[in-house]
């Protein structure tokens, strides 16, 4: 499956954003899908995961109440939103799918088979 990512920009502290994460090829049902992101200079780290029905989901301690995953299986997209953003959250932000089994959410980066390209969320302060 091909993915790409999209949504970022520049905004506000305190403002929101929605990622989208499209996908091509198989069926983006057979893949649970995550969000990381990349600041400079620091390593790229889990953000959000969703199970491939979208039943569960997982989030990093530090965007918890924040940021809420979401899919559509039917468009072969899957969502990222963010309120509430802090200049913390500046990054290059990736989407990536995995295989798994229903239900299950994958948080470690090796477990991801498929990347797409990153888009820049910028926060200013």
């Known amino acids: 499956v091909q993915l790409q990512a999209s949504g970022g920009g520049l905004v506000q502290a305190g403002g929101s954003l929605r990622l989208s994460c499209a996908a091509f090829g198989p069926p983006l049902s057979s893949y649970a899908v995550g969000w990381f992101r990349q600041a400079p200079g620091k390593e790229r780290e889990f953000v959000a995961g969703i199970s491939r029905a979208g039943t569960v989901t997982r989030y990093a301690d530090s965007v918890k109440g924040r940021f809420t995953a979401s899919r559509e299986n039917a468009k072969s997209t899957v969502y990222l939103q963010m309120n509430t953003l802090k200049a913390e959250d500046t990054a290059a932000y990736f989407c990536?799918?995995?295989?798994?089994?229903?239900?299950?959410?994958?948080?470690?980066?090796?477990?991801?088979?498929?990347w797409g390209q990153g888009t820049q969320v910028t926060v200013s302060s």
């Open positions: 990536a799918a995995g295989t798994t089994v229903t239900g299950a959410v994958l948080v470690k980066e090796t477990s991801y088979t498929n």
